[in-house]
């Protein structure tokens, strides 16, 4: 158990210069081949006497303490591991097993011979008794019926478009009638009206706009002279002095205020700088951050005085474990192969030897007689029967046979017969 940290050791490079056992080929070889480059070694800051003062102690207190612990565990993750095994799955399984037989078989059992034969019965009388009767209804009722109904509406629709055609003509030879006598009305009676009535209205317009030109005229004279120019006087030489004073006059209360509060502001930050920020940073600096320092130390110590000690109990636990799986194999293991192997084995061959092989060869004897007596006697009743149909009904009459150009089935073709293509003619 390494009880200190050890430094990071530095890369050593490769030298370049050859050494005395390596002969300039192998030197510039070597000079050849690329270098790999090692990852980057992360440095360890230089440790205190402090935390090495406190290692030692914290390792050894937290490996008394931890040690049962993990032995604990490892028994726990043995224990669940073998009830996982044993227990767990096989009951697992058999819950499984059960759930199917009693939730989803009977369903599968009821959609497969219950539900399905019953749609598809259902299904047969519906299309038997629905839409047989609408087809027929349809192709040979509806079908006719529809076919009538659009040769009426056919020459119906004609005598329609030939009517409306004829008022179409009407209205339209009417209508450029009409168009004719306004056009003429037009030309020769509201052009001339129209043409009179505007030169009236565009001198009428005329006079109307020299008049308001006049008006609007005198009106603006009025206006500037009697209402911009005092305002603009007034506004000059009364309202801008007067501004200018109160703005004056209120720029300084504004810097007065300003200075007031300025001063109590500084007032009040040395203030609490002095009663509350300065002893605050001086417990900082002074007091909290030694001791943070202290207990981060502490805490990387324990941290890695845990991992330490989980690993070493993970050892310790794995010998302990060893020794008792050797010591049960010692005990019950062994012994229970030694018997099995030099006691039950040979026993088990005497058996299968001396009386399986014997009693399985008598066995098959017998059976292999009852299958003969069984044959002959099953062959003596048909015999039998054949021959009481024989004499009570006769024998049965054969087909007589047809020559054919194919021999039957138990001749053959041979060079010698006259029904082979070489011996034909």
Not at 12 to 32: D, I, K, L, N
Not at 99 to 116: E, K, N, Q
Not at 354 to 380: C, D, I, N
Request: glycine residues 10%; proline residues 6%.
């Amino acid at each position: 158990m390494d009880l200190e940290k050890r430094t990071a050791r530095q890369p050593v490079e490769p030298s370049a210069e050859p050494t005395a056992g390596q002969t300039a080929g192998q030197a510039a070889g070597r000079q050849q081949t690329p270098v790999r480059q090692q990852a980057p070694v992360r440095q360890q800051t230089p440790e205190g006497c402090l935390a090495v003062a406190i290692r030692i102690p914290v390792r050894i207190v937290v490996l008394v303490l931890v040690v049962p612990v993990r032995m604990a565990w490892d028994v726990l993750v043995v224990v669940g591991r073998f009830l996982t095994d044993a227990v767990l799955r096989p009951v697992g399984r058999a819950l499984l097993w059960v759930g199917r037989a009693v939730f989803v078989w009977p369903w599968v059992a009821l959609w497969r011979y219950v539900v399905v034969p019953v749609a598809l019965g259902l299904g047969w009388l519906g299309y038997r008794l629905l839409v047989v009767p609408v087809v027929w209804v349809y192709r040979y009722a509806l079908t006719p019926v529809g076919h009538a109904i659009a040769w009426v509406a056919a020459g119906m629709w004609g005598g329609v478009v030939w009517v409306a055609t004829g008022l179409w003509a009407g209205v339209v030879w009417v209508a450029r009638g009409v168009w004719a006598g306004l056009g003429w009305l037009y030309r020769w009676t509201l052009a001339p009206f129209g043409r009179g009535v505007a030169w009236l209205a565009r001198g009428v317009g005329v006079g109307i706009a020299v008049v308001a030109v006049a008006l609007f005229t005198a009106v603006a004279w009025l206006v500037r002279h009697l209402l911009v120019v005092p305002a603009v006087w007034l506004y000059r030489y009364a309202l801008t002095p007067v501004g200018h004073a109160v703005a004056w006059v209120a720029r300084g209360v504004v810097r007065l205020v300003r200075m007031f509060f300025a001063g109590l502001w500084l007032g009040v930050y040395w203030t609490l700088r002095v009663l509350l920020v300065l002893p605050a940073i001086a417990v900082w600096r002074w007091v909290l951050t030694p001791v943070g320092r202290l207990l981060v130390v502490v805490g990387r110590e324990i941290r890695d005085a845990l991992g330490h000690a989980w690993r070493v109990a993970g050892r310790i636990s794995l010998v302990v474990g060893r020794f008792l799986a050797n010591l049960f194999r010692w005990i019950f293991v062994e012994p229970t192969r030694w018997v099995y192997r030099t006691v039950l084995t040979p026993a088990g061959h005497f058996v299968r030897d001396a009386v399986w092989k014997p009693v399985a060869a008598a066995g098959r004897a017998v059976g292999r007689t009852t299958r003969q007596a069984l044959a002959t006697a099953r062959e003596s009743v048909r015999q039998a029967r054949a021959g009481v149909r024989s004499a009570l009904f006769g024998q049965p009459t054969r087909p007589p046979s047809v020559h054919g150009r194919e021999p039957r089935a138990a001749e053959t073709r041979t060079l010698g017969s006259s029904k082979t293509a070489l011996t034909k003619d």
